[in-house]
């Protein structure tokens, strides 16, 4: 059995390096101790992912349907001949991550299937489940069963989903309309997107910034490099995105250069207070 799981962590690892260069740079500046557990809820919800935007000409609600119903089952048995829902269910069941967390995660990938415009409440119950529990998901991990540090981080851990999530948003907003005709910002349409709209969407996703930085000051050592690197990478794409007029935004998708982001790798590893 060890030998077993060991061999599905390994595949969500390797998925995990297939499917996101900056991630799997970041999770190496963690301790190594985590490395797998965060691979696991990675290869978890990049799957997840995968079935609503890319499985195009199969039935992607009856896959995300069979998904969520082997996801409970192998967390419920505690095995899966499914190694990703296998690696994950092993870390789910290890540092007791939430059933809710996991389930408002399935949630709002099912909300893709459906909608493409939002409002107030549903754009913020999108980005809960889509980003929020899943860096829930991962201070369960960095916390160890420290049930009252993980509730002293809750917050800032989701203002950092947060602003994650919505410099994706802005990052990503000529793809989302073009090829799956989303626009995730209430109020705004891809085709209007003026400076008025674009700086309102900045001071929000400064506003969790800069309160996601208060709590990753206070993760366990093991965590606070590789937490404090992906914050420094998104910072640093969001800077460049601030910089650009609204019409940039619409024509291509804005990118950090890979000389940039070993810069912010080496400039992360080597500060002592990490």
């Known amino acids: ?8 962590l390994a595949c969500s690892k390797l998925i995990t390096k297939k499917y996101s260069t900056s991630f799997s740079l970041g999770i190496r500046t963690l301790h190594k101790r985590f490395h797998l557990p965060v691979y696991a809820i990675y290869g978890f919800v990049r799957y997840a992912d995968e079935i609503v935007d890319t499985f195009h000409g199969f039935d992607k609600r009856s896959l995300l349907e069979e998904f969520r119903r082997d996801t409970w089952q192998a967390i419920a048995s505690g095995i899966s001949l499914n190694p990703v829902l296998h690696s994950f269910q092993d870390v789910v069941n290890r540092y007791h991550i939430e059933p809710e967390l996991i389930e408002a995660f399935l949630h709002s990938m099912e909300m893709d299937l459906d909608q493409d415009r939002y409002n107030r409440d549903g754009y913020e119950q999108y980005i809960y489940g889509s980003a929020e529990v899943v860096g829930l998901m991962c201070q369960r991990v960095f916390c160890e069963g420290d049930d009252a540090l993980y509730e002293r981080l809750k917050e800032p851990a989701r203002s950092l989903g947060k602003a994650f999530q919505k410099v994706n948003f802005l990052r990503d ?11 995730y910002f209430p109020g ?15 001071a929000d996703i400064k506003h969790d910034f800069d309160h996601a930085l208060t709590g990753i000051v206070q993760l366990p050592a093991g965590a606070r490099r590789g937490v404090m690197l992906a914050y420094r990478y998104y910072l ?3 800077d460049k995105i601030i910089k650009l007029p609204p019409q940039r935004i619409l024509q291509e998708r ?8 070993m810069v912010i790798l080496l400039g992360t590893y080597l500060a002592p207070s990490y």
């Open 188 to 202: 705004v349409e891809f085709t209007h997107f003026d400076l008025a709209a674009k700086r309102a969407i900045e």
């Open 236 to 238: 640093r794409l969001f």
């Open 254 to 261: 804005i990118r950090v250069p890979d000389s940039q982001k």
């Open 1 to 8: 059995m060890q030998l077993y799981t060991e061999t599905a």
């Open 173 to 183: 907003m000529k793809s989302d309309y073009q090829e799956r005709g989303r626009v």
